[in-house]
């Protein structure tokens, strides 16, 4: 190798050139070399400085043309990045480039010019490597489109595209020698013909080079007949013209648009992939679409597939006869050509499908592939591995065999063309192996579209095919199996392939009228099979010493003859199937065809299983393979961990959901089945993983596609070993009559010996799971738990390659949820979160064909074999295509193939099996028979039953009918008869079923799925077109369903009902139907974290527009109060019935209000169920109780506002009297005030007279005093009047009571007021244990208390409202004291009970009362304020005289009356507005709905770890919860000084709208009308004195406009001021004072909004979360022990831990009051609470929380309830802190 120098500093600094395509390869011409770079010569190396330079991997050449090729090369060993010097020499030129890239395109090169390369590695410091050398010949040019021109009868011209240097012309006739004539211009002309003869012409290319003559073997053949009829000189034109000639296998590819894909780049997935050619039924529009369209077809199985003409080629024939030169575009292709193409560009498993897909169309398939480029073809062994067929021989046990086909013993029998032969040898084959009555054209032939287009690529070609007995004579042709071999082409160009047919076949057929030619191909071949000739006497040149000569030497025997003399085809058929019957009849030799892959080896032919990645699969799939000697041992030991102990698990699951052996104490029976599940874990533990499960743990762990390989192989192994143990137990169980007691056992013993016998990927996979959730299982600090963490991802790889994945366990009946979550989450991860899914499942009796119908619909694998059936559920996935994901709504289609229904396993099993994938399913495909109705009604019946269930949790799958078997589809009146039948039978049993689930409203089959039977019914002939196993599928049958497969994408795209999950969310959603599907109850019991997303984002879109409705409400009800308590300052002289008609339009307006933010909340809601959208689906049966809520919402407020403004009235009148005493005391200060003012006094004169003046006015108004009332008097008389309908003993004790002597002591509840005690328990109260009447007086007892702590809250509350407004009682508030005990009491308590608790409310009433009525009068007492003012206008009269007299007056007007209002208003804006700080800041998502706020409270709890917090939360919820809120805002205010931000934010906003309002009032002609419109512009958000207005305005003259600009400096020093106080108060007790003087409560407003019904679980006392108070049912996601509920056992008086969620899906019993003490199943318990939906929790998790709680104060609730200690479960104690908020976390939906 010549070692090369260094470059020049110009090359180095010349750099890499640019990138000249997407290659990023470069590409030089001449002229583009001599500009950038020099010719350099290879020499000695520089020495190197530090280390050598790596030089450059081999050489690669591709794309070898006659001007211009491409170099590639691999990288040296090493990362850093290197530039490279290529130098190359042709002929005289020498050129070199130096590139950074790993490879060059050059150009401007001579054709079929040897060149010679060397390549080197440059390193930045001027160094190079040694040079890497390698050689290459450009092609030579092959003559294109060659043409005859005027025929005549003894010349023809001819013409060709191509413009090298010359061209030899050869051709020869019919008996006559060859001759040749040489020519530069691409036309020649031939004379001297003879008429009527054959005439064959080659064209070759002559180069020259150093004028010496070379000439190529690419030849462009053509052979034509000349004829004397002019006639037919136009059709020979366009014979020739028809016929481009092939330029090699990258033109032909290039022509079908396949040249990207050379090499195998075309991949199964991409084929199966959804796209908009999915849903088109247009034919191929040019010759890019055939291979697509081919493709479709040949994936769904069509027997047309192979027709590949396209639409416009007839057009373009026409242009080219029309057209005076070649178009040079291929317009026709031969089938041949186009499948040899595709399985070029096809990887090895698309090559498989292929095979699969063609041979049960009964197509010949490749057995030897050839490559017209490289003159090599390749036995096609793996792309037929996976080929299974089955037959039934004439002799021996007469059984039916099945195998694959490679590994079959089976003689083939091949069929050659010697030469030219006037056979149509395709045509024949055919009529030779299929029936008459059962035609198939399973080889080509010139007879089919376009079969007669000359083969470009093909020849060379062999297919085979098989033929198969079925057993019955009056069928079969043949009586033995055997494969049909035909090679095409003339055998003699194809020595390779006939030494291989030789030496592989029984017999070879041979097929040629050249008799006399050259016979070396089979004579130089070494030979072992019988040679047969066929040849035709009909032809012209017949002679028989010539077949005979030709049969001596090839050593034919006579009887091996076979000669067509007057025959048809048909009976030539016939005779050649003579032959071939005597033939494999006697024993012939027979070579299985993987045995033939050392034939191919040995004659240079290449196997596809010679690639590394294949043999790599294979060694380590027979690495587990050989190990089995018996599948059950083996499984056993193999793979234990899913055997018989995941079963247990299984069981236990299920029983743990459905408690069906429970007994009385359902709490320790859950421990006992945990410990069982926990021992069944570790039992698993003890194995360690098998040595077959680390080699397939190693095998799908391989790089590239050597896991794909594995698995293939593995799959094909075991189907293998399998196949010959289940066949034999099948036999044997077919043999069985079953009549018997034996006989039954026997089969049902056989069936279990099927099953443990069966083995596949399935179960390596499973036990995959169970390692996974075993490690899982482990504590989190355990260093295993982690030990398998990577399987998922490898089992999602799976997925995504397009392997079928176990969803539901077909043996053990259930789904490893832990393995599928992690499967399903890794491959949401691997395809970038683009994982929406959309989900098809088909259902239907056992053998109906479900999986072929997926797999002729979709292309996919799903297993078919006859022996192994599908069990359980498996999941795959179809990629949609990029431009076709918007219109689908997904990325992926999931397509779910389930186990038959109606086998073998109970109803139990289907009826959760359909719930199941109807529940996944998007839609729902149900294969149907109608030609057993009986049996069809039974699916029919699970499947209304699944349908109900997922209507009622928010799901209404769409159902497609599809009707097998329907052979006359002619019937159409017959089929619509069977239709309306199938109809009628599931409306009567969706109403038999609705009222089974008492859910009678849904009163047909579309009420609950969505089916239209003129839409979704379809109607699909048999599979087979005739009799298997020779029958290809039925046309009507692929075309059928791929019409199904297009319908239901095209739904898919027009519905806006269908909307996607992704992998996480259809994982939730799984999760939670399968949790529900182990219940018996489903439709009470389902409950999935998908729908608690669902319902609280519904929640927080209401909360959202609840606030806003009760924002404006408030905002609104504030303005309407604020103006009533200005009536008097704004509103003159207003009297009680005006005040009352003001009282009215108001109302009226605030039901208008109502009325308009009403609507907005049902427009919002109607907009959000009307959207699209897969979570809005999960809600809809909660729509009803939103727009319930909403409606209540608007009765709520309407009824606050009309108490809240009635209210203010109601201050207003009560306030008259005192009103008018301050008018008189006002009128009359003024009129003396004025008289003393006219006098014009010095000050001692002017104090003398005020002395004497005031004396006189104290005098006038002495007389002036306030009433006072009797506030004992006013209770009684309401008593009387609220008691007046009771009985005549309520009357008499009414008249004996005296408020005023009763002693306030603690009420007691007597027994003796209930003498009936029963009966009053029976009317009010429920429980779940036996209660006497100590028991029922205490809880009568509990009742007055919280109605006695209710009214004194309400007192409390006018109490302040009284002093807040300086207001008097008013006798409504205690008539609203009375109708609230009233309302609390209604059938609970006797009326004496009544009587004595409105009497005990009724003191403590009157005693508040008459001591607020003291200190009201005491507060207004006119000789007092007299007192008061005398000050006040004392200082008016001396400062009247003073400059400064307008300054004092401002600030008097800020002091007295505006100062007041604005504090005022900021204290009564201040609650909302902390309100909305806290749904707004950062713990916001905590008060957002009521799920997330008992999620923090109990969280709260949980880390306060205090009992009394937890007893007062159990035991007094409402008060605590209130509690908890309000030291949530004192906190949170304390830590972030929010109230101060908020009330200075208020103070701002209102000075400035004060500011703007004295700006407006400037310019008032004095200072009254300036007052009066001040007031009258702030009337709705400040409340302005009257007393302080009233003496403001004595004695006061002061200029408006230097008023208000006074005014406007004092607000700004008020409002430093107001600031500085505020930021005083930042203490906790001044925030919780300031809380708690608030007029607006925002610990009230948010407890109103959360705190939910208020309804409690009758079992638990759990408070209820449904949203509102218009629901329909109560809700709790953390249920509690009945001990919360203060149960306990009757006799052992101990606290019971028995739980509802437990005990609702138990067989335990409840009595109670409700059920007359009689004890009723807790699994019916909604007989008696209706409007309670307890779900079943199939967890021994979701609880974990109160457990914990019980288990932690167990002894103080015992003593806090008067009770024993419970029994705390074994499994209780071991809880922890992370235990039970991990349980809380999933119970709220918060992982």
């Keep these: 190798m010549a070692d090369c120098e260094p470059p020049d500093q110009e090359d180095l600094l010349a750099g890499p050139l640019p990138f000249l395509d997407t290659y990023h390869r470069k590409t030089f011409s001449k002229r583009h070399f001599s500009e950038h770079s020099r010719v350099r010569r290879c020499s000695r190396p520089p020495l190197l400085q530090n280390s050598p330079v790596p030089p450059p991997g081999l050489l690669r050449f591709s794309s070898v043309q006659t001007d211009s090729l491409i170099l590639e090369w691999s990288p040296p060993r090493s990362a850093r990045p290197y530039r490279y010097r290529v130098n190359w020499t042709g002929g005289q030129e020498q050129q070199s480039a130096v590139v950074v890239d790993l490879g060059l395109e050059v150009t401007g090169l001579q054709p079929g010019e040897k060149y010679y390369f060397t390549v080197a590695t440059l390193r930045e410091d001027g160094c190079q490597s040694t040079c890497v050398e390698a050689s290459v010949i450009t092609a030579i040019p092959i003559p294109e489109h060659l043409t005859g021109n005027s025929i005549t009868a003894s010349s023809t011209s001819l013409s060709w595209l191509l413009t090298p240097d010359s061209f030899l012309v050869s051709y020869q006739s019919e008996g006559n020698d060859p001759e040749s004539i040489s020519t530069e211009p691409c036309s020649a002309h031939i004379t001297g013909l003879k008429p009527g003869t054959e005439l064959t012409i080659r064209v070759k290319t002559e180069l ?626 683009k994982s929406r899914i959309l989900v098809l499942t088909v259902l239907g009796v056992q053998g109906t064909g479900k999986s072929t119908l997926l797999n002729t619909m979709f292309g996919v694998q799903f297993a078919v074999s006859s022996e192994r059936c599908t069990r359980g559920a498996f999941m795959l996935l179809i990629k949609v295509s990029e431009e076709f994901r918007s219109e689908l709504d997904c990325d992926f289609v999931m397509v779910i193939d389930t186990e038959g229904l109606k086998s073998p396993a109970s109803y139990e099993h289907d009826n959760e099996l359909a719930t199941l994938v109807i529940g996944l399913s998007d839609i729902t495909i149900i294969n149907v028979a109608m030609e057993n109705f009986t049996e069809m009604k039974g699916i029919l019946q699970i499947v209304v039953h699944a349908s109900l269930k997922m209507k009622e949790v928010g799901k209404k799958p769409r159902c497609v009918f599809v009707h097998k078997n329907m052979s006359d589809m002619s019937a159409h009146d017959s089929n619509m008869r069977d239709e309306r039948e199938m109809v009628k039978q599931l409306d009567k049993m969706t109403q038999k079923v609705a009222k089974m689930e008492k859910r009678e409203a849904n009163t047909k089959f579309s009420d609950i799925m969505e089916y239209d039977p003129d839409e979704h019914s379809y109607y699909i002939p048999g599979l087979w077109h005739g009799t298997p196993p020779m029958a290809p599928v039925s046309t009507g049958y692929s075309e059928a369903v791929y019409e199904l497969k297009r319908s239901l994408i095209n739904s898919v795209k027009m519905s806006d009902d269908i909307k996607s999950n992704d992998a996480t969310e259809f994982l939730k959603w799984t999760e939670g139907l399968w949790n529900a599907v182990k219940f018996e109850n489903f439709i009470f019991n389902f409950r999935n974290s998908l729908m608690a997303e669902a319902y609280s984002d519904l929640c927080t ?44 339009e108001m109302l009226d307006e605030g039901l208008n209000q109502l009325d308009e933010e009403e609507k907005k909340i049902l427009a919002n809601l109607e907009k959000y169920f009307e959207k699209k959208d897969r979570k809005v689906c999960l809600v809809k049966k909660y729509k009803q109780d939103f727009w319930s809520d909403a409606n209540s919402l608007r009765q709520q407020t309407e009824s606050v506002i009309t108490q809240s403004l009635e209210k203010a009235v ?69 008593l009387k009047s609220n008691l007046r309908s009771k009985s005549g003993d309520v009357d008499k004790m009414l008249s004996t009571i005296n408020l005023k002597s009763s002693e306030q002591e603690e009420f007691i509840v007597k027994s003796d007021w209930f003498s009936n005690w029963e009966s009053w328990a029976k009317r009010g109260f429920g429980a779940i244990r036996d209660m006497d009447k100590t028991q029922f007086i205490a809880k009568i007892q509990d009742v007055c208390d919280s109605i006695i702590n209710n009214c004194e809250e309400r007192i409390s509350d006018f109490i302040d409202t009284m002093n807040r407004n300086n207001a008097d009682y008013n006798e409504t508030y205690i008539k609203k004291i009375l109708k609230n005990i009233d309302d609390q009491t209604v059938d609970k308590i006797t009326d004496e009970c009544g009587l004595y608790l409105k009497h005990h409310v009724g003191v403590r009433t009157a005693e508040n009362f008459q001591t607020a009525h003291k200190e009201f009068n005491v507060r207004n007492d006119p000789q007092k304020r007299l007192t008061e003012f005398k000050l006040t206008i004392k200082v008016k009269l001396e400062s009247f005289s003073d400059e400064d007299h307008c300054k004092k007056k401002a600030t008097e007007f800020i002091e007295t009356f505006v100062k007041v209002a604005v504090q005022d208003y900021v204290s009564k804006e201040l609650g909302q507005a902390i309100e909305k700080e806290i749904k707004e800041g950062d713990r916001g998502t905590d008060f957002n709905t009521q799920a997330n706020f008992q999620f923090a409270l109990l969280k709260h709890l949980l880390e306060s770890d205090t009992f009394e917090k937890y007893k007062d939360y159990t035991s007094s919820h409402e008060t605590f919860v209130k509690d908890w809120i309000k030291q949530q805002i004192i906190e949170k205010s304390t830590a972030q000084a929010n109230m101060t931000v908020l009330e200075k934010h208020l103070l701002s906003k209102i000075l400035q709208d004060i500011k703007n309002t004295i700006t407006n009032c400037s310019k008032s002609e004095d200072l009254s009308v300036f007052i009066q419109q001040f007031c009258d512009s702030l009337k709705n958000k400040l409340i302005f004195q009257k007393d302080a207005l009233q003496i403001f305005m004595i004695l006061n003259n002061a200029k408006p406009d230097q008023f208000a600009t006074n005014l406007i400096d004092l607000i700004k020093d008020m409002e430093e001021s107001l600031t500085q106080e505020y930021d005083n108060k930042t203490g906790i007790e001044h925030i919780t004072e300031r809380i708690d003087q608030l007029p607006t409560k925002p610990h009230e407003l948010l407890f109103t909004t959360l705190c939910g019904c208020g309804h409690h679980c009758p079992f638990c006392h759990t408070p209820c979360e449904a949203k509102g108070a218009g629901h329909r049912e109560h809700f709790s996601s953390l249920h509690r022990p009945s001990a919360f509920g203060k149960y306990r056992g009757s006799t052992t008086q101990k606290l019971i831990t028995d739980i509802c969620t437990t005990l609702v899906k138990s067989d335990m019993s409840f009595k109670n009051v409700k059920t007359n003490n009689v004890f009723h199943p807790y699994k019916d318990y909604r007989h008696f609470y209706l409007e309670w939906q307890i779900a079943a929790d199939s967890s021994l998790e979701a609880s974990d929380y109160w457990k914990y709680v019980l288990m932690r104060f167990n002894d103080k609730f015992a003593e806090a309830y008067n009770a024993k200690p419970a029994d705390i479960p074994s499994d209780w104690k071991t809880l922890t802190p992370e235990d039970a908020l991990k349980s809380l976390e999933k119970a709220f939906n918060k992982n």
């Excluded at 076979?562 to 030799?589: F, T």
């Excluded at 596609?705 to 034999?728: I, V």
């Design 1101 to 1144: 879109q209401y909360n959202t527009w609840e606030w806003s409705f009760q924002n404006v409400m408030n905002n609104w009800l504030k303005t309407k109060e604020t103006e009533l308590s200005n009536f008097g300052v704004t509103e003159q002289n207003v009297q009680g019935d005006g005040l009352r008609g003001i009282l009215k």
């Design 1210 to 1278: 109601e201050i207003i009148e009560g306030m008259e009297v005192l009103n008018k005493v301050k008018e008189t005391q006002m009128k009359t200060i003024e009129r003396n005030i004025k008289e003393l003012q006219n006098k014009k006094l010095c000050d001692d004169e002017l104090d003398v007279e005020f002395e004497k003046m005031w004396e006189g006015i104290t005098s006038e108004l002495s007389k002036v005093s306030l009433p006072k009332r009797d506030a004992y008097q006013d209770v009684l008389n309401q």
């Design 208 to 833: 020259q080079s150093d004028q010496i003559k070379t000439e190529t073997t690419s030849i462009a053949a053509k052979s034509w007949v000349i004829y004397w009829w002019t006639l037919l000189m136009s059709w020979f034109t366009w014979l020739i013209c028809d016929t481009p000639l092939c330029t090699g296998l990258p033109e032909l590819l290039s022509a079908l648009g396949l040249r990207d894909l050379h090499g195998g780049k075309l991949t199964l997935s991409s084929v199966l992939e959804i796209n908009r050619n999915t849903v088109s039924d247009e034919p191929a529009q040019s010759l890019e679409q055939l291979p697509w369209n081919f493709l479709k077809r040949l994936m769904k199985s069509n027997l047309n597939a192979r027709n590949i003409n396209y639409a416009d080629a007839h057009s373009e024939h026409a242009k080219n006869l029309n057209s005076a030169e070649p178009t040079g575009n291929y317009i026709a292709m031969n089938p041949l050509d186009l499948i040899t193409a595709l399985f070029y560009c096809s990887d090895p498993f698309l090559q498989q499908e292929m095979v699969s897909k063609m041979s049960m169309c009964q197509f010949a398939v490749p057995l030897l592939l050839p490559n017209c480029d490289t003159q090599q073809c390749t036995l096609m062994l793996w792309a037929m591995r996976d080929l299974v067929k089955k037959y039934k021989p004439h002799s021996g046990d007469k059984a039916f065999v099945e195998g694959m086909v490679v590994e079959m013993d089976i003689p083939m029998v091949s069929f050659i063309r010697l030469g030219k032969s006037s056979l149509p040898k395709s045509q024949i084959l055919n009529k030779l192996i299929s029936n008459p009555h059962q035609h198939n054209d399973t080889f080509v032939h010139r007879d089919m579209d376009c079969g007669n287009v000359p083969r470009r690529v093909s020849d060379g070609l062999v297919e085979v095919s098989w033929y198969l007995p079925c057993g019955n004579p009056n069928i079969d042709m043949f009586t033995q199996p055997m494969a049909i071999a035909n090679l095409r082409g003339d055998a003699r160009l194809f020595k390779s392939q006939m030494s291989f047919l030789c030496q592989t076949s029984a017999a070879v057929f041979i097929f040629s009228d050249d008799l006399d030619g050259d016979l070396s191909t089979l004579t130089n071949t070494e030979n072992k099979a019988e040679l047969f000739l066929l040849t035709n006497s009909q032809r012209e040149n017949f002679n028989m010493a010539t077949l005979k000569d030709a049969c001596r030497r090839l050593n034919i025997n006579v009887k091996n003859r076979i000669i067509k003399n007057r025959q048809n085809d048909v009976d030539l058929a016939k005779s050649l199937r003579v032959h071939v019957r005597g033939l494999v009849e006697k024993n012939p030799y027979k070579l299985k065809v993987e045995s033939m892959v050392g034939v191919a080896h040995d004659v240079g032919i290449q196997v596809d299983e010679d690639s590394t990645e294949c043999r790599n699969g294979r060694l380590h799939a027979e690495g587990i393979t050989k190990a089995i000697e018996d599948v059950v041992t083996f499984k056993k030991k193999q793979l234990p961990l899913h055997g018989d102990i995941w079963k247990e698990i299984s069981q236990l699951e299920k029983e743990r959901c459905r408690m069906r052996n429970a007994g009385t104490d359902t709490e320790h029976y859950l421990s006992q089945l945990k410990s069982k599940e926990k021992a069944l874990r570790e039992k698993q533990l003890q194995f360690n993983i098998s040595d077959a499960m680390v080699k397939f743990t190693a095998g799908i762990s391989q790089s590239g596609k050597e896991h794909l390989y594995f698995l293939k192989w593995l799959k094909m192994l075991l189907d293998t070993l399998c196949r010959r143990e289940l066949s034999t137990l099948r036999q044997q169980c077919k043999e069985c009559s079953g009549n018997t007691p034996q006989d039954k056992e026997l089969i049902a013993h056989l069936k279990e010996q099927i099953s443990n016998c069966s083995l596949g990927l399935e179960h390596f996979f499973r036990e995959l799971g169970q390692l996974y959730e075993c490690a899982r299982s482990l504590p989190e600090n355990n260093p295993d738990r982690n030990k398998y963490q990577h399987l998922p991802a490898l089992c999602a790889q799976m997925l995504l390659d397009g392997f079928p994945i176990e969803l539901v366990d077909g043996d053990a009946s259930n789904i490893p949820m832990k393995w599928i979550s992690a499967v399903l989450t890794q491959l949401h991860q691997l395809v970038d979160s």
